[in-house]
């Protein structure tokens, strides 16, 4: 573990409780680092968890003073299978780490918090939308504003603007190796549209939401999967073709678990609904294994190059 000298002569005592902090009385410290101009008569975690933190006027990352001013609308966002960002409901601000998106097109509307079907947070912005490049630890541009007025969150992953309905959707990609091991090559989340945003209408929870829920449109009836790719649930949005499983799912009586819902699903008794893909976020990882072989073809083809002319030359 790593230490760190107190430049305090002061009796060092626990501060409210919160973890990795201390106080000698006037200065507070972090990790044993001190907080700058910290009034510790109102700091305070952003969250339960994360490292953001902020005072009736300062807000933090761990030790780090951050160039914003606490609005009283701080708050984490996440995806299940991404990182954390702070984020100003107020402003529109939003900070990985120390690390702040670009404040001239804020503000930024966030979509995908919480949601198990997204790798990335996508940043909505007038002049763009955006993502976190994980790999890259900057701010990266996947195309226009598509977006029609205001963006209302449905579930997690679903949501809609003035006109259309979109789902997020999230998978990996993988190159063998010459182990013949499946090696990761990127991670994507991509923004699809499904459907138009009229006559679409919640009937209930599943799993008091934590699976999923029930809709509605035309007739026919719909499951938003909140369970997502760690519980084997790859795709996100499903129509209900089987009248038993709709009437299971509509039931108070019945006790849904996980495994009921996969067993659904795979028995074909709810259908993927598919979309237009209108953004698509990506990582990179790696080069795939025909990268190494042109690769490799191509220094060859060179070094023959060079050969011949060398011989040339010696003529």
């Known amino acids: 573990y790593p230490y760190q000298k107190l430049d305090t002569e002061k009796t060092i005592k626990p501060f409210n409780s919160m973890i990795f902090f201390a106080t000698d009385g006037i200065q507070i410290y972090y990790k044993g680092k001190a907080l700058e101009n910290a009034d510790k008569e109102t700091l305070k975690a952003v969250s339960e968890t994360g490292e953001y933190f902020c005072d009736k006027t300062n807000v933090y990352y761990q030790n780090t003073l951050l160039p914003i001013k606490n609005t009283g609308a701080l708050s984490l966002v996440t995806v299940s299978q991404g990182e954390d960002f702070l984020y100003d409901r107020k402003n529109g601000e939003v900070f990985n780490g120390t690390y702040r998106l670009d404040e001239k097109s804020a503000p930024y509307e966030v979509i995908g918090n919480n949601s198990a079907h997204s790798y990335h947070l996508i940043f909505v912005a007038r002049d763009g939308v955006y993502f976190y490049n994980s790999k890259t630890k900057k701010q990266q541009r996947i195309g226009d504003n598509c977006f029609k007025g205001k963006i209302k969150h449905l579930s997690n992953t679903v949501f809609c603007d003035d006109e259309n309905m979109y789902f997020l959707n999230a998978f990996e990609t993988f190159t063998h190796t010459k182990s ?26 599943i799993g008091l939401g934590s699976f999923g829920s029930i809709w509605t449109k035309n007739g026919k009836y719909y499951y938003f999967d909140n369970l997502g790719n760690e519980q084997l649930v790859n795709d996100t949005v499903f129509e ?70 060398a011989r040339k030359r010696g003529e």
């Open 180 to 205: 013949n091991r499946h090696k990761l090559y990127s991670r994507n989340t991509e923004v699809v549209c499904f459907d138009q945003k009229e006559g679409w209408k919640k009937i209930k929870d």
């Open 240 to 309: 209900i073709t089987d009248n038993d499983v709709l009437t299971e799912l509509l039931s108070d009586v019945h006790q849904i678990n996980v495994d009921r819902m996969r067993e659904i699903i795979d028995q074909k008794k709810m259908q993927a609904l598919s979309g237009e893909v209108r953004l698509t976020a990506t990582v990179r990882y790696g080069l795939p294994r025909y990268s190494y072989l042109v690769f490799v073809i191509l220094v060859l083809v060179l070094g023959k190059c060079i050969r011949i002319y």
